[in-house]
């Protein structure tokens, strides 16, 4: 959302409802997938129209949700709804983004004739570019949002992020791409060279032909005609670029940021939350994710510690087994005191963390299984969204 709605929506069932866009973001391996997912599943329980896109999900997690191949998939309702509890509107649908097909794809979509998208397809210098941008998962996660989006056939699109190493790459991705079509050499050198021009474009073709003489005039030439070749295509990937940061942007979109508790993460977090701000945009969850579970009263630590102080006190008995028997217990309160301490303090270093967000830490804990299949997304689930 937006700095100016900043209405520190922290309540995940709320954006669940009334968002139209979700995106999960954080470093690698903290459970985005996992939370896009699980998020979605309650969104569908919920009654909304609701699409994934998840990138690289483990690979039972892409067999349970049917993403065997490209494109989007509507997942059997009886998968996240077997108790048939969910309204009739609710509606799941996943994919996965397939990010080796789709640069071409891009191309042939918005060329302006068959002869532009093969000259364009046929350029070496593309070839090796494309080689490039497909790899480029960020570009494709906002292409594919904006096209969804498009379609109006979802109340909700979840975003998935990639695991990339700048946290925000898939905010800059379609902004690089129209730099990159932007840049000035290339300009003047696709200029028809006309009055002034033409000594502009005289020393840059002197200047070409230096470059030429030591990368080779194949690839200059390649280059300039790559650039030809694009000529006024890079209107559309314009128009997009800049859709996709307005609804970026929009008081509809949530950004959730996903952490563990573990202190590097969280101090990638925090980087990564003052990142967004940079861009006007601000967190508006956060789920810590593989916390220590909670036990029932905050101050259980304290009480057991009492307890296993209590049970060392008492004087042995003579009796060696039953007095072996006293010692271990202890020692197994102290162990579930420490672990209760633990839980209370992760809470509460994030609980500072998410309120110097502006937000509120929903806390999934560390399950004792991988989340694969949907009754476990749905166990999830329902950490997030209460
Ligand atoms: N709360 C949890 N408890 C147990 N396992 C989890 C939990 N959250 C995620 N996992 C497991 O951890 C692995 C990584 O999660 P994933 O969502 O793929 O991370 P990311 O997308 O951030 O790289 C997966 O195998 C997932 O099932
Ligand atoms: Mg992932």
Request: glycine fraction near 8%; charge should be negative.
């Amino acid at each position: 959302m937006s700095t100016t709605a900043a209405s520190a929506a922290a309540d995940l069932g709320e954006l669940v409802d009334a968002s139209h866009v979700l995106v999960c973001c954080g470093t690698g391996g903290v459970g985005k997938t996992t939370t896009a997912a699980a998020l979605a599943v309650e969104a569908a329980r919920r009654g909304r129209r609701v699409v994934v896109i998840t990138i690289d999900p483990a690979r039972r997690l892409a067999d349970t949700l049917g993403l065997a191949g490209a494109g989007d998939h509507v997942v059997d309702r009886r998968l996240w709804d077997p108790e048939s509890v969910a309204p009739e509107t609710g509606r799941l649908t996943a994919l996965m983004l397939d990010t080796s097909e789709t640069f071409d794809g891009l191309v042939a979509r918005y060329a302006k004739s068959e002869e532009q998208r093969d000259r364009i397809l046929a350029n070496r210098f593309y070839r090796n570019l494309a080689g490039a941008l497909s790899g480029t998962q960020e570009y494709m996660a906002m292409e594919r949002l904006h096209e969804l989006h498009e379609t109006g056939d979802h109340d909700l699109i979840v975003v998935d992020t990639p695991p990339s190493r700048h946290a925000l790459d898939f905010l800059d991705a379609p902004q690089r791409l129209i730099r990159l079509l932007d840049n000035r050499v290339f300009r003047v050198m696709m200029a028809p060279a006309r009055g002034a021009m033409r000594i502009a474009t005289a020393a840059l073709h002197t200047f070409v032909r230096q470059v030429g003489r030591v990368v080779g005039t194949g690839v200059v030439d390649d280059i300039i005609s790559f650039f030809r070749a694009f000529d006024g295509m890079e209107e559309g990937f314009r128009a997009r670029a800049d859709a996709v940061r307005t609804l970026l942007a929009e008081d509809s979109t949530a950004f959730v940021l996903v952490t563990s508790p573990r202190r590097d993460s969280i101090d990638e977090a925090i980087y990564f939350a003052e990142q967004i701000a940079t861009h006007g945009l601000t967190i508006d969850g956060l789920v810590a994710n593989r916390v220590h579970p909670e036990f029932a009263d905050p101050t259980d630590g304290p009480r057991l510690r009492a307890r296993a102080a209590e049970l060392r006190a008492t004087g042995d008995t003579g009796e060696p087994d039953a007095d072996a028997a006293r010692r271990r217990l202890a020692d197994r309160y102290e162990t579930v005191a420490d672990l209760a301490d633990l839980a209370a303090r992760e809470r509460t270093v994030l609980a500072e963390v998410a309120a110097h967000m502006g937000t509120r830490a929903v806390y999934v804990p560390f399950l004792d299984h991988d989340v694969h299949d949907l009754r476990a997304l749905h166990e999830v689930g329902r950490h997030l969204v209460g």
